[in-house]
C-alpha cells in the first residue's frame, strides 16, 4: 500500500511539474495584439489591428467537426509544409468562425511578418491574408470549451450587448488561446465585430 502511495504522489507531482513547465512556455508565445478600449460587467470592447492570417476553409459548420483538422493543416503550413520548407512561430489564439454552412479556421502569423515574407502553403486549402482592422466585443472562460460552451457564452455576450445596447456585425467567433494538453489556468474567449466609433462612443458599460 505505501509504495502504490509513493507511485501516485510521484505521478502526480510529475504531472504538477509538467503543466507548469507548459504554463510557462505558453507564456512565451506571442499572442495577437489588441487594445481594450472600453469594459462591460463580464465583457469588453478591444480594438485589434490588421494582422496576417493563415486560413483554412471548410464545409463543417460545428466545433468538434472542425478543431482537429483545421489544427492539423495549419500546423503542417507553419512547421514547413511550405514551398521554402520554413519554420513558423506558434502565436494564439487560434481563430476559429462559424456559420449554418461553413467554417474557417485561422493562425495568427508573428507581427514581424506580412504576407509577402511568408512561404507558400504546400496545401492549396491554406490561404495568406490580412484580418481587417475592427473593433470587436469579447467575454472570456475557462476549461476545456465545448460546443455547448461556445453557445451558451455566444448568448450571453449577445444579451449583453443588446442589454447596453451595442451593435454586432456578422458571426460569433471563437478564440483558442491554449494546447489540448494544457490542463491548468485555460483561456477561451467569444468575440463578434461591433459597432464603435471611439470618437463618439461614450457608452457606460
Not at 495549419?74 to 494564439?92: E, P, R, V, W
Not at 470587436?136 to 460546443?147: N, P, Q, T
Not at 447596453?164 to 478564440?175: A, E, H, K, M
Request: with cysteine.
Amino acid at each position: 500500500m505505501k509504495v502504490v502511495f509513493i507511485i501516485a504522489a510521484v505521478l502526480i507531482l510529475v504531472f504538477i511539474a509538467f503543466q507548469i513547465y507548459w504554463i510557462f512556455q505558453i507564456n512565451k508565445t506571442e499572442v495577437q495584439r489588441y487594445e481594450v478600449v472600453a469594459k462591460g460587467e463580464n465583457f469588453e470592447i478591444r480594438h485589434y489591428p490588421s494582422a496576417t492570417m493563415a486560413t483554412i476553409h471548410s464545409q463543417a459548420n460545428q466545433y468538434r467537426e472542425f478543431r482537429n483538422t483545421g489544427f492539423r493543416t495549419l500546423a503542417g503550413y507553419i512547421f514547413g509544409g511550405n514551398d521554402a520548407g520554413k519554420q513558423i512561430s506558434m502565436t494564439s489564439p487560434v481563430h476559429m468562425d462559424f456559420n449554418d454552412s461553413s467554417s474557417t479556421m485561422s493562425f495568427v502569423m508573428p507581427a514581424t511578418l506580412n504576407a509577402a515574407d511568408l512561404p507558400k502553403p504546400n496545401d492549396s486549402k491554406i490561404s495568406i491574408h490580412q484580418s481587417p482592422d475592427e473593433y470587436v466585443a469579447a467575454i472570456r472562460f475557462g476549461g476545456f470549451a465545448s460546443e455547448k460552451d461556445i453557445r451558451a457564452y455566444c448568448d450571453k455576450l449577445e444579451n449583453a450587448l443588446n442589454s447596453v445596447p451595442i451593435t454586432s456585425i456578422g458571426t460569433y467567433r471563437y478564440l483558442g488561446y491554449n494546447p489540448p494538453f494544457q490542463l491548468l489556468f485555460r483561456r477561451n474567449e467569444v468575440v463578434v465585430k461591433v459597432l464603435w466609433d471611439p470618437t463618439k462612443n461614450n457608452i457606460q458599460l
